[in-house]
């Protein structure tokens, strides 16, 4: 990209913007959200109806004394929340937001970079910012972030495979790792209906890698305490709580640019002529990325959280395994393409349907057996108050006039 420097600036800047007024919204609109969801009131007070309410904690939180624990690995403790948020934020430079427009007479991309890895490069971007979960667990010096920390290397691990393997059959069929070509190759059709079960691992696995509900057990309060941000403060744990809603926010737009269209407009808005002209693209790009936020809202305030072993099961013996299966099936369908054959995309579309329907079918069945099955009944007790017998003596009786009568005297 040959764009001058004071046009980059102006994209950095209105990439920053962008994210930080979404990480704002989204906090508040969250919190109304659940609050409607579970017939209580959300925020109310800050702000007309409520609405400055995450802008006040931004505030709070600055102004919160900056306490750092005796014991802690001064450097890394200072260093991991940095760590965290500045990939989080980075890995947005290769989404692409629209065509090309004219920005002061210059005609460039809504795009910060143009690499020709670019989801390997938010990959890249993802693994390193779980450095900094991870270093905050170890460097507090406290048990309970320590086993967060430990909790969220499993997590990425056995996540971010079934991620990578999600998107080798976009990559098949898009011919590029590029956003922008991908986004290209969904110009008639989305990938999320043609390669459904990848959207699903990936739907499944961007859950998991972001630790939000129900698979946030790095910060499991209930079993943690806070897990591993429970010794930051201020400033500090302001950056991991950023870096939280900035990674909400990036893997949807990686959702929206790998599997519904990117920029393009939906059907029937499409066929207009000028649906995916100008600047108005933008406006489709963030509608479906509000779509996606607005699935981890519902998503918290529905499922309750897994247990370890449960999550760490569903990323082995569930996710890895279709998305693996898939990766053939896609290819053998991309063979079918190559050597001629016409009706690939009807092919492609129903084996998808077909293979997400089967899936869906068996999780079902198998969860469902854990709530039918066959329990014994117990054994029945005699009745103790007849028969005196052993554990319970028989109760005694006239209690309360015996009482009575020694509180008189």
């Known amino acids: 990209m040959n764009d001058p420097w004071w046009l980059m600036l102006i994209k950095v800047l209105g990439v920053f913007v962008f994210l930080l007024l979404t990480v704002l919204f989204a ?38 004394e900056d306490i750092t624990p005796f014991g802690v690995d001064r450097v890394i403790y200072t260093i991991a929340p940095v760590i965290s948020t500045v990939p989080a934020i980075t890995a947005f430079a290769v989404i692409p937001f629209g065509p090309e427009v004219s920005i002061f007479g210059h005609h460039t991309a809504l795009q910060l970079a143009d690499l020709p890895v670019a989801v390997l490069f938010v990959l890249a971007m993802s693994s390193i910012g779980v450095y900094g979960i991870i270093l905050a667990g170890w460097s507090s010096g406290s048990v309970y972030p320590l086993l967060g920390g430990i909790r969220s290397t499993a997590q990425v691990i056995s996540y971010e495979v079934a991620m990578g ?27 999320a209906f043609l390669l459904m079960p990848s959207f699903m691992v ?20 209930g079993e943690l305490v806070g897990g591993f941000h429970t010794e930051y403060s201020s400033l500090k744990f302001a950056l991991f709580f950023l870096a939280e809603y900035i990674n909400i926010t990036t893997v949807s737009a990686v959702a929206v640019t790998l599997f519904f269209g990117g920029w393009h407009a939906p059907f029937p808005i499409s066929l207009w002529a000028g649906a995916e002209q100008g600047w108005l693209p933008m406006l489709w790009f963030t509608a479906k990325v509000w779509g996606f936020i607005f699935i981890y809202i519902w998503l918290r305030a529905t499922l309750p959280r897994l247990r370890y072993d449960q999550f760490m099961a569903l990323g082995w013996k569930v996710l890895i395994p279709l998305a693996l299966a898939w990766v ?50 117990a054994p029945t007790v005699p009745d103790v108050a007849s028969e005196g017998s052993f554990p319970t003596p028989p109760l005694p009786q006239h209690n309360s006039s015996r009482v009575k009568e020694d509180v008189n005297g």
């Open 27 to 64: 906090i508040v609109i969250e919190r109304k959200a659940l609050g409607r969801m579970q017939m209580r009131p959300g925020p109310n007070r800050v702000g007309p109806k409520g609405w400055l309410q995450s802008l006040a904690d931004g505030v709070k939180l600055a102004l919160k």
């Open 202 to 221: 990936y739907l499944t696995s961007m859950v998991g890698e972001t630790n939000r509900a129900p698979f946030d057990l790095p910060e499991a309060e």
């Open 165 to 191: 393997l999600s998107f080798a059959s976009v990559f098949l069929y898009a011919g590029t790792m590029s956003t922008s070509g991908i986004v290209a190759a969904q110009d008639r059709i989305w990938f």
């Open 328 to 377: 053939l099936v896609a290819a053998v369908l991309r063979s079918l393409r190559n050597d001629g054959y016409e009706h690939w995309e009807i092919a492609l579309a129903g084996t998808s349907t077909l293979t997400t329907v089967l899936v869906l079918v068996v999780l079902h069945r198998r969860f469902s057996a854990v709530n039918t099955l066959r329990v014994e009944p």
